[in-house]
């Protein structure tokens, strides 16, 4: 791609003897301009170079990504610590290196590798030439791979994983991130994502060898020549689409259900496989947001492609809906492992529901039709719930009453995929797991969120309710959920902070209270009663002071139980610049005085982002919803 013969040659050389001042800097620059053969992305640097521009050159060239909740995640361009060509070379390299240490076997079990539609391809960083790279690195060394000839849903690539008994599978996206984002999603063997030692000893391979091994990992036409690339497209949607139907149980109700439904895929992978989806569950096709339906990496019609920032971003949906006189909206992120929902009431309009909303009522179906099919309750000792800790604590009061277990984990659906297939090793069975930001997975066939599977379990439970006339609407529902299991309501947002040390400023201030090692004592005045720190491996509530879940050192998150109930934590993003706030008031089960949980809970949600975070001191973005 590059050219290094003639003017090319010669503006090259005068690029790499012009000195920034910094040594170091320097150096970056010559390896850069040495190992880059992407016009786009050369061009980029050299731009720099001729412009003195020496902060934006030491920005790019002199730290590299790291393995984090989502594997790499950054904006697309020129840059060690950015997503293009080399550094996805780079991954690579690494990862093949991991991988034939660790499995013997690795030359027979190949790698999955999927994308989404992500990065123009004018620009040398479009997702698929992305995927094609990393393929065409594995099969320099003669490893198998299995990459799809065109876009997929994320869950899609641990789902072939596990079905095609892989080593591990690469996703390229940035999910709901910017359009100027992209990223490298590894999953391990066993469907779920990445988790500690694999990442950091991945990372440790990637630094060894951060030269190109040969031109060839430049030539996307070895995909289409090599003998072993395979194509699992159609016998993995197959399979994925044959198998969703074990999470349907009322298809007889489905074929005729008499509710329409709206489907946005947001510019992103999902529309196709959501429509084949309904057809597995036996529903008719959901109506599409025709400005959304088709795959556009610019996401012309959304300020951000996130479903998760609720009605700003359902404007079309909602339009649409009211139109077609749709009582349902689902909408799935681009990738198409998040789902959002909204439904119509004839007494309050339009209903976002929050993930931990959603969650109620999905982990409520979920185990009313395994119950329904098991009618031993011997049986339950077998089920198991999951949830990230920062999210509702409603399926721990549906355990505490319906007699299956729930478990906690750290934020990030790794931590739940391989929590997963832990359980499954003893027999034990998942049939439901969720995390707040949106993420669900109803069953266990993926190791992983997967919003088709999702929506089309919604659209039966919306179904099945309707035509049973079970308090629909489901939010009816969801307040007799909430009555039989006590009332959870819950606060979930955050601000954004562009500048690390600041963020680093916050936590050890919160670290340091009131005094050197001293958390706060209180928080709008009401006492906490304990704190757990898993940054830090503490948690007051142990006798011997450790916390209970992993100590995760890459990510700040704290959590304050207060005298009257709520439970409040502050962590920060692993994929975007945010801190990010939860606050849940857990009530008894019976009747309960809403408003008033909701006015302690706003209460206290005030004060712990004024007492703790300060956003006016330290120039913090709010959220506001």
């Not at 786009?40 to 934006?56: G, H, K, P």
């Not at 934590?569 to 610049?577: A, F, I, K, V």
Request: net charge negative; glycine share 6%; aromatic share 10%.
């Amino acid at each position: 791609m590059g050219d290094d013969n003639g003017v090319n040659g010669d503006l090259n050389d005068n690029l790499k003897r012009q000195s920034t001042g910094d040594p170091q800097l320097d150096k970056a620059v010559q390896q850069w301009l040495t190992w880059d053969k992407n016009p786009w992305t050369r061009a980029q640097i050299e731009s720099l170079v001729v412009a003195c521009r020496v902060d934006d050159l030491r920005s790019r060239l002199c730290s590299r990504m790291s393995f984090g909740t989502a594997g790499l995640r950054a904006p697309m361009g020129a840059g060690f610590n950015r997503i293009n060509d080399l550094t996805v070379i780079q991954s690579t390299q690494g990862l093949f290196s991991y991988l034939s240490r660790y499995f013997p076997d690795f030359s027979g079990r190949g790698v999955v590798v999927g994308f989404d539609t992500r990065g123009q391809e004018e620009s040398g960083c479009s997702s698929q030439r992305l995927a094609k790279l990393t393929a065409a690195v594995l099969l320099s060394r003669d490893i198998p791979v299995h990459l799809f000839s065109t876009f997929i849903p994320t869950p899609y690539v641990p789902y072939a994983v596990k079905k095609m008994g892989a080593a591990a599978g690469v996703m390229i996206t940035a999910s709901h991130n910017p359009k100027e984002d992209n990223g490298y999603k590894v999953y391990w063997c066993n469907g779920a994502q990445i988790s500690s030692p694999h990442d950091k000893e991945i990372l440790r391979c990637i630094e060894e060898q951060l030269e190109p091994w040969s031109t060839s990992c430049w030539e996307e036409e070895l995909v289409e020549s090599s003998s072993l690339r395979t194509d699992p497209l159609v016998q993995i949607n197959s399979c994925y689409m044959e198998e969703l139907t074990s999470l349907c149980f009322h298809r007889d109700l489905n074929s005729s259900c008499p509710l329409k439904f709206v489907h946005s895929s947001f510019h992103g992978v999902g529309h196709v496989f959501v429509q084949q989806a309904f057809q597995s569950f036996g529903f008719a096709p959901p109506i599409p947001v025709p400005e959304q339906k088709d795959p556009d990496p610019n996401f012309p019609s959304v300020h951000c492609p996130n479903p998760e920032e609720g009605e700003s971003v359902l404007e079309l949906s909602l339009l649409l809906a009211e139109r077609e006189n749709a009582r349902i909206i689902l909408a799935t992120d681009p990738d198409a492992d998040r789902l959002a929902v909204a439904e119509k009431s004839d007494r309050c309009g339009w209903k976002v529901f929050t993930g931990n909303e959603l969650a109620a009522l999905l982990g409520w179906w979920m185990f009313f039709n395994w119950k329904e099919n098991h009618p031993d309750p011997a049986e339950t000792q077998g089920v198991y719930m999951l949830a990230t800790t920062v999210s509702s604590k409603i399926l721990q009061a549906f355990a505490r009453i319906e007699g299956f277990h729930f478990e906690e984990t750290l934020p990030g659906f790794k931590w739940i995929g391989n929590r997963i297939h832990e359980l499954s090793k003893t027999g034990n069975t998942v049939i439901f797991a969720f995390e707040e930001s949106i993420g669900f997975l109803c069953g266990s066939m993926v190791p992983d969120k997967d919003g088709v599977s999702s929506a089309a379990v919604v659209a039966e439970m919306a179904a099945c309710l309707h035509n049973k006339n079970l308090s629909w609407p489901s939010m009816l529902h969801t307040q007799r959920i909430c009555f039989w299991y006590g009332y959870h309501v819950s606060k979930t947002s955050y601000v954004i902070c562009n500048n690390p040390p600041t963020i680093q400023k916050i936590f050890s201030r919160i670290r340091n209270f009131e005094g050197e090692g001293s958390y706060p004592k209180t928080c709008g005045g009401v006492r906490i009663v304990h704190v757990r720190d898993v940054t830090m491996g503490y948690d007051s509530s142990q006798p011997d002071l450790r916390s209970v879940l992993p100590v995760s050192r890459s990510s700040q998150m704290i959590t304050f139980t207060l005298e009257n109930g709520v439970v409040a934590t502050l962590r920060t993003s692993g994929t975007e610049p945010k801190i990010k706030y939860y606050t849940e008031f857990c009530a008894a089960p019976g009747k309960s005085e809403v408003s008033s949980l909701e006015e302690e809970l706003r209460k206290v949600t005030a004060a712990l982002l004024e007492e703790f975070l300060e956003p006016e001191k330290n120039n913090l973005i709010r959220r506001f919803v």
